[in-house]
Nanobody, 118 residues
């Protein structure tokens, strides 16, 4: 069973940036598609971005042009660089294996809290 650990969240002002990281109990490179998801207060968990082993990326329309998902091969991590953050980006961010925007593993990590506020 794969375990995911997210990190890098924090408090940032609107327009600011954060860089999140995700590690897994097995190499993320062995998982074809890794995805980022988020859950805001009172809302369902939603797809944010994903990346394949070949480097192909996909983004939710709400974050396209502002967020960038990438792989760090040296550290065996998957990252999410978030720029031009908005209050609506406030959520707990999670990572998981992904297929067509759907998380593939039933167990989730603790996630990392991102709060965008003045």
């Amino acid at each position: 069973q794969v375990q995911f650990v997210e990190s890098g969240g924090g408090l940032v002002q609107p327009g600011g940036s954060l860089r999140l990281s995700c590690t897994a109990s097995r190499s993320p490179l062995s998982i074809y598609v890794m995805g980022w998801y988020r859950q805001a207060p009172g809302k369902a968990r939603e797809f944010v971005a994903s990346i394949t082993t070949s480097g192909r990326t996909n983004y939710a329309d709400s974050v396209k042009g502002r967020f960038t998902v990438s792989r760090d091969y040296a550290k065996n991590t998957v990252n999410l660089e978030m720029n031009s953050l908005k209050p609506d980006d406030t959520a707990v961010y999670y990572c998981n294996a992904d297929h067509a925007g759907i998380p593939q593993f039933g167990s989730w990590g603790q996630g990392t809290q991102v709060t965008v506020s003045s």
